[in-house]
């Protein structure tokens, strides 16, 4: 099962399934975490494209200051989910933008959520695979919205040793960078984050597949 935003993994949802993972121990059961359920900000590289497209940037702040007085608040359930939705559309509306409120909700309430790195850590040794979800790698190599390094150290610390994809959501908006360099770069970081914490990304297929017998 995918854990992927607006859940996380304290969600109810993923608690009662956490409960049965452990009640029938099969192999064949597991989660894939989205590193887009753990946000510390939304994308700037999002709010760039907006100012591209000309949104008012008193309404880009005011979408930040909107997704950052949730965060922190754990996992969001379904009704708080659709109230968020509704007050991010209601937001747009105040500020003339009515034709693409309900985009700005899907963004800003849909796609990122406000779990934090240590709940990761609860569901680890039932991980099979990770979606290493990111938006975007600044000029310092680094990932602003995502905290990549605190994740891997997490990871690394309690024994996780299976594969992480890389996955850039930001495609959806940046149009102004070439795919394969962003992913390069991101590739560039957890390498650098696995190093730091003391392990070390493996990339060669060769050694990845006779580890995992595959």
């Not at 680890?124 to 790698?137: A, D, M, N, S």
Request: glycine letters at 8%; a negative charge; charged letters at 25%.
């Amino acid at each position: 099962m995918e854990i992927h935003a607006h859940h996380t993994p304290r969600h109810p949802h993923m608690q009662a399934l956490l409960e049965r993972y452990q009640k029938l121990g099969s192999p064949r059961l597991g989660f894939i975490p989205d590193w887009g359920a753990t946000m510390t900000q939304m994308p700037r590289s999002l709010f760039k494209r907006y100012e591209q497209r000309g949104i008012s940037p008193e309404l880009i702040t005011a979408i930040d200051a909107y997704w950052n007085s949730k965060h922190g608040n754990g996992a969001a359930l379904d009704d708080e989910q659709a109230r968020q939705f509704a007050d991010v559309v209601e937001l747009a509306g105040r500020h003339g933008a009515e034709d693409i409120a309900v985009e700005l909700a899907v963004n800003s309430t849909g796609l990122f959520g406000h779990g934090l790195v240590e709940e990761w850590v609860e569901i680890l040794p039932w991980v099979v695979h990770t979606h290493g979800k990111f938006y975007e790698i600044d000029e310092q190599g680094e990932e602003p919205s995502v905290p990549i390094r605190e994740i891997l150290d997490a990871y690394i610390r309690n024994g996780y040793s299976s594969t992480i994809s890389s996955e850039w959501e930001g495609f959806h908006w940046n149009n102004w960078e070439n795919a394969f360099d962003v992913i390069a770069r991101q590739q560039a970081l957890m390498r650098d984050a696995a190093e730091k914490s003391g392990s070390r990304m493996i990339t060669d297929v060769t050694e990845a597949r006779a580890l995992k017998n595959w």
